[in-house]
Nanobody, 121 residues
Framework: QVQLVESGGGLVQAGGSLRLSCAAS????????MDWYRQAPGKQRELVAV???????VYADSVKGRFTISRDNVKNTMYLQMNSLKPEDTAAYYC???????????????WGQGTQVTVSS
């Protein structure tokens, strides 16, 4: 009914940049908050950044000043611009969105399938 598809991951050298995208599709009435999470091997999934429906943002301390989250409400797409990448940013990155589907009034969380980001030293 609703799909989130991430793209833009890849292999980059330390100091480089990548831009992730997360496109939502399906029977969507509205999207509330959208988030980026990441999970490195052997570690718990951690919140990277959040963007509200009005554009307000929150970042994890580890990415402040390097990552920028944004969204296009017309395209139902969220982005994560990642600059000055470090080897410790290596992880699978997942998007999450609180979506109200057509015919409902309650938001539900949906996850994407993940995209791998690998930063070499």
């Amino acid at each position: 009914q609703v799909q989130l598809v991430e793209s833009g991951g890849g292999l980059v050298q330390a100091g480089g940049s990548l831009r992730l995208s997360c496109a939502a599709s399906g029977s969507i009435l509205s999207i509330n908050a959208m988030d980026w999470y990441r999970q490195a091997p052997g570690k718990q999934r951690e919140l990277v950044a959040v963007i509200g429906s009005g554009g307000d943002t929150v970042y994890a301390d580890s990415v402040k000043g390097r990552f920028t989250i944004s969204r296009d409400n017309v395209k139902n797409t969220m982005y994560l611009q990642m600059n000055s990448l470090k080897p410790e940013d290596t992880a699978a990155y997942y998007c999450n969105a609180q979506i109200i589907v057509l015919g409902s009034s309650t938001p539900k969380g949906y996850w994407g399938q993940g995209t791998q980001v690998t930063v070499s030293s």
